[in-house]
């Protein structure tokens, strides 16, 4: 109904109705991109690009190149964020509109823009299989990014480093691809995004399987499922252990390991159904399951767990470990018969997943073919580029000498024929000249004398001048120093109190909550001791104000929960006294715990600054 909505609303009107449904588009793709492309698609000045007066093109509708630019980039935006190929759609369907689209923001567009139009372009390419092509346009889009600016839209940049990497991936260049997901981390930590950077570290890690280094893998693989744990995510944890269980199958010493791991995944999984089975594109489990209980000598079990791969329509691929792990039991129990038919099968199906295999490589060997005709019509471009600019600067040098050696000519001709004419006229015009000169040279003798004589006396006055404005410049300076420092003490003030406002501002919800004040009233009461519910009510407060110090106790082994507590209460500017009551504990104790706290958190082994430090960082102060 929205849709429909506003495409009423902006039929009616015209470019800047135009204007309001691009944006109206611009902030739907962000978070409903099928609806964003919907309406662009169904938008009445979309459906052609009629130029403005034409009889097809309603007046007052023809849409500017900027506005036809907008609708494209967004256009193609939408398309790649709801997984449509980019180009295939659009009015062009190749890579041409996105071409232009890109040459207009190079043109026109802010860096964030430019680097979006070279990273669609770059999708087109992906779309269309130029993988080469790709990578140099998502290069070419990261190379725009003005990352120096506080609008600089990193997590683009971290998902074109993603899409390099996924490039990377299928031409099995493993180093590049594990260089451009690190990149893609590094811009997911500067946007807060650490779903992503566990995501990437993930992809890393199945690199590093690809390359065989699988102690890379299963250390980058523990630390993934603990990120995941450590945020919530544990569906994502669980699920990313099957990668683990991958390299613990045929490793003795993990078999504990693989079987801890298959525990929890049965226990804790949400991908089973009512009937305690997993879909088809997850029952790879099953084979896991299969080998470890192969390894552990329970073949019946083993047979059992690889008879789950099967489904309906297995593909080879998908089929190869279930014949392989049934062909290994049979081995196990010396049964002929069976080894016979799946030695057949597995034969069978290894073939047709190394025919795949082939096509993949032949894929990959013909998106090489593809750079190598890429770079090879460059360079053909380039040379017929360069032979016309030789041809065209070797007829300008052609004609420039046929011009200057005409001119001489004609130069010299005439010379020759006023050459005696000349001689008479410049004879008599230069005995002429002699004696005006000689007169002229002596009237100038006179005036220089006199220009002299007034040249000094100027220079004297200007000396007194000078000399009375630099005396007049320090006196100025130093007023205007005197006016500069004031003028710095007044803002160094201001600064000190704008900060205690802001203090102020983020303390009062915080310490107008009842569980501070009913702290409060007990330290006044040196017989109250705090129970265990108020402690974890006042954590919990201090977790909603103040995440940040939360989360850097917890990341802080050598902080204790007794320490936790000391910090919060240090944080309530308690007195060690108060402190020592409220707990309940010595007041050794708790200076102790009070200097572990300022090492641990502010690389300061003393108490005394432990207070200032917690109100500096996280911004509370007591009025």
């Known amino acids: 109904m929205l849709l429909h909505f506003l495409l009423l609303l902006f039929a009616c009107g015209g470019n800047s109705e135009a204007d309001r449904l691009l944006s109206a588009a611009d902030s739907l793709s962000c978070v409903n991109p099928d609806s964003a492309l919907r309406l662009l698609t169904s938008a009445p000045f979309a459906s052609a690009d009629?130029?403005?007066?034409?009889?097809?093109a309603p007046a007052g509708k023809a849409l500017t190149t900027s506005q036809r630019m907008r609708l494209e980039l967004l256009r193609a935006r939408c398309m790649n964020k709801t997984f449509i190929p980019v180009g295939v759609d659009m009015r062009t369907p190749s890579d041409s509109m996105l071409l232009l689209v890109a040459g207009y923001y190079d043109r026109h567009g802010s860096p964030n823009e430019q680097m979006e139009a070279h990273y669609l372009l770059g999708?087109?390419?992906?779309?269309?299989?130029?993988?080469?092509?790709?990578?140099?346009?998502?290069?070419?889009?990261?190379?725009?990014?003005?990352?120096?600016?506080?609008?600089?839209?990193?997590i683009t940049i971290s998902c074109i480093y993603s899409q390099i990497a996924y490039l990377y991936h299928t031409q099995l260049l493993l180093t590049y691809e594990i260089e451009a997901h690190n990149k893609a981390i590094h811009y997911n930590y500067i946007v807060g995004d650490t779903l992503g950077a566990i995501y990437e570290k993930k992809m890393i890690a199945g690199a590093y399987i690809l390359a065989n280094q699988n102690d890379l893998a299963e250390q980058i693989l523990d630390e993934v499922v603990q990120q995941y744990s450590e945020s919530g995510q544990e569906q994502a944890a669980i699920q990313s252990s099957t990668m683990l269980m991958h390299l613990y199958i045929n490793n003795p010493q993990r078999q504990n390991k693989l079987k801890r791991l298959i525990d929890i995944y049965e226990e804790n999984c949400c991908l089973f159904d009512g009937n305690n089975e997993l879909p088809p594109s997850k029952r790879l489990f099953y084979y896991y399951k299969g080998k470890y209980f192969e390894n552990a000598g329970l073949l019946d079990t083993a047979e059992n767990c690889y008879r789950k791969l099967h489904r309906a329509k297995i593909s080879f691929v998908s089929s190869d470990p279930m014949y392989s792990g049934l062909l290994s039991v049979f081995q196990r129990k010396h049964q002929a018969d069976s080894i016979a038919k799946y030695a057949e099968l597995y034969c069978a199906v290894n073939d047709s997943s190394i025919s795949?295999?082939?096509?993949?490589?032949?894929?990959?060997?013909?998106?090489?073919?593809?750079?190598?005709?890429?770079?090879?019509?460059?360079?053909?471009?380039?040379?017929?580029?360069?032979?016309?600019?030789?041809m065209v600067v070797i007829m300008l040098s052609i004609s420039l000498i046929v011009f200057i050696v005409a001119a001489f000519l004609w130069r010299l001709y005439k010379n020759?024929?006023?050459?005696?004419?000349?001689?008479?006229?410049?004879?008599?015009e230069a005995r002429k000249n002699y004696?005006?000169?000689?007169?002229?040279?002596?009237?100038?003798?006179?005036k220089h004398k006199k220009i002299i004589e007034a040249v000094k006396k100027e220079n004297a006055e200007s000396h007194n001048i000078i000399a009375m404005l630099n005396t007049q410049h320090e006196t100025e300076r130093e007023q205007l120093a005197q006016t500069l420092q004031s003028y710095k003490e007044k803002a160094e003030l201001l600064e000190r109190q704008l900060k205690i406002t802001q203090y102020r501002k983020v303390s009062a919800p915080f310490l107008s909550?009842?569980?501070?004040?009913?702290?409060?009233?007990?330290?006044?009461?040196?017989?109250?001791?705090?129970n265990d519910n108020d402690l974890h009510t006042l954590t919990d407060a201090v977790k909603d104000h103040f995440p940040d110090l939360i989360?850097?106790?917890?990341?802080?082994?050598?902080?204790?929960?007794?320490?936790?507590?000391?910090?919060?209460?240090?944080?309530?500017?308690?007195?060690?006294?108060?402190?020592?009551?409220?707990?309940?504990?010595?007041?050794?104790?708790?200076?102790?715990l009070r200097k572990d706290i300022n090492a641990a958190l502010f690389n300061e082994n003393t108490t005394r600054t432990l207070y200032q430090n917690l109100t500096k960082r996280y911004k509370i102060l007591y009025s």
Do not use: W
Not at 362 to 390: H, I, V
């Open 123 to 154: 999708c087109a390419y992906r779309d269309m299989g130029e993988a080469p092509r790709a990578v140099d346009c998502y290069l070419d889009a990261i190379a725009k990014a003005d990352t120096t600016a506080a609008d600089c839209d990193f």
């Open 513 to 530: 909550l009842g569980i501070v004040k009913r702290i409060k009233l007990y330290a006044e009461d040196s017989h109250q001791v705090l």
């Open 356 to 390: 795949i295999k082939d096509r993949e490589l032949t894929a990959r060997l013909a998106a090489s073919y593809n750079y190598s005709r890429y770079q090879k019509e460059a360079l053909d471009n380039a040379k017929t580029a360069n032979q016309r600019l030789y």
């Open 416 to 428: 020759k024929q006023k050459t005696l004419e000349q001689i008479e006229r410049e004879y008599a």
């Open 435 to 446: 004696d005006r000169t000689t007169l002229q040279m002596k009237e100038m003798d006179t």
């Open 551 to 592: 989360a850097d106790l917890n990341s802080a082994p050598s902080i204790t929960p007794l320490a936790k507590n000391v910090c919060l209460l240090t944080l309530l500017n308690l007195k060690p006294g108060e402190i020592v009551a409220l707990l309940g504990i010595s007041s050794s104790q708790v200076s102790n």
């Open 50 to 56: 009629r130029p403005s007066g034409s009889a097809a």
